[in-house]
Nanobody, 120 residues
Framework: QVQLAESGGGAVQAGGSLRLSCVASGITFSRNIVMTWYRQAPGKQREFVANIYHSGTTTYSEDVKGRFTISRDNAANAVYLQMNVLKPEDTAVYYC?????????????WGQGSQVTVSS
């Protein structure tokens, strides 16, 4: 059974930093695993934040580019999201997502979500 355990959320003032962690169990961070962070603010749809491939290639949303950094430790089956210069509009529940891309299908797994609250 695949599980994604998130940690590191919390409350911070604008301009502060937080680091989210997501550790996977029941799955190996092989080359066919793409790790992604999403977030969902109250009353809004879940949106893409950043993703990272096994090679280390990353993509960011325009809202977070230059402030957030996604990284992964393949040996530890972990992915991280370093969030700097946080803004009140970054307030959301952040979700870790793993996509296992196989030859004939794609498996998708989600973490439980971590609340990030940024006050002005």
């Amino acid at each position: 059974q695949v599980q994604l355990a998130e940690s590191g959320g919390g409350a911070v003032q604008a301009g502060g930093s937080l680091r989210l962690s997501c550790v996977a169990s029941g799955i190996t961070f092989s080359r066919n695993i793409v790790m992604t962070w999403y977030r969902q603010a109250p009353g809004k749809q879940r949106e893409f934040v950043a993703n990272i491939y096994h090679s280390g290639t990353t993509t960011y949303s325009e809202d977070v580019k230059g402030r957030f950094t996604i990284s992964r430790d393949n040996a530890a089956n972990a992915v991280y999201l370093q969030m700097n210069v946080l803004k009140p509009e970054d307030t959301a529940v952040y979700y870790c997502n793993a996509r296992e891309i196989l030859r004939d299908k794609t498996n998708t797994y989600w973490g439980q979500g971590s609340q990030v609250t940024v006050s002005s």
